[in-house]
């Protein structure tokens, strides 16, 4: 069994959508919860990241952690076609430098203009 | 925007071959790491680093070597590609745990 499991997708969503992103996990330790952002032909960019559970918002972007259930989600409102791309969730256990983190596989999402 | 590149961006070449892929930053972090990712795969770590004179084996077994020998250079050589070679490899830094990515480096081993 992974330690990170994550629905490939696609996903796909009309313009204006809120689209639901979610990762499950099956370590623990993991303290350090993270949302990557990669674009075709580009390397992931670090959209979120929480530490241990609850809540986080950036702007149209909502992170939360259920350590409880050991579930993840990244909430997109008001979704845009710039937003499509393949989203990984990581994850790090706490005194973990970045080699101990732990990618999923990613989600494609497809935002229809 | 992450200040970390990646050279060259596609690589097509026989199976044989050495060849070495760069990675360059400069955030000043002193970790660095090399990752391969294929097609609606994880992401796999091979090589990581904490700093100069320092690398370690990532969890994939990996038939490829790295050196670190400034803090903002972390190039990665196959001494001889093979076609089980090709892949995306992508090269990252961090201060702590969370990771800043280069654009990767498509490889394809004839």
């Known amino acids: 069994q992974k330690e990170v499991e994550q629905d490939p997708g696609p996903l796909s969503v009309p313009e204006g959508a809120i689209v639901s992103l979610n990762c499950t996990y099956s370590?623990?330790?993991?303290?350090?919860f993270m949302w990557y952002r990669q674009y075709s032909r580009k390397g992931p960019e670090l959209l979120m990241y929480?530490?241990?559970?609850g809540n986080k918002e950036d702007g149209r972007f909502t992170a939360q952690v259920d350590k409880s259930s050991k579930y993840i989600s990244l909430f997109i409102r008001d979704s845009q076609p710039s937003d499509s791309a393949t989203y990984l969730c990581a994850m790090n256990p706490q005194g973990g430098g970045g080699f101990k983190t732990i990618f999923g596989a990613g989600t494609r999402l497809f935002v229809k203009a | 925007e992450a200040d970390i590149y990646q050279t060259p961006r596609y690589l097509v070449i026989g199976t044989g071959k050495k060849i070495t892929l760069e990675c360059s930053q400069t955030?000043?972090?002193?970790?660095m790491y090399w990752y391969q990712q294929d097609p609606g795969m994880e992401l796999h770590l091979i090589h990581y680093?904490?700093?100069?004179?320092?690398?370690e084996k990532g969890d994939l077994s990996s038939e490829s070597t790295v050196s670190r020998i400034r803090t903002e250079h972390f190039p990665l050589t196959l001494e001889s590609a093979r076609p089980s070679h090709t892949s995306q490899y992508l090269c990252?830094?961090?201060?702590?745990?969370?990771?800043?990515f280069g654009p990767g480096t498509r490889l394809l081993v004839l």
């Open positions: 955030m000043g972090h002193d970790k």
């Open positions: 370590n623990s330790a993991f303290q350090y």
């Open positions: 929480t530490y241990s559970s």
């Open positions: 680093s904490y700093g100069v004179n320092s690398t």
């Open positions: 990252a830094s961090s201060e702590d745990w969370t990771q800043y």
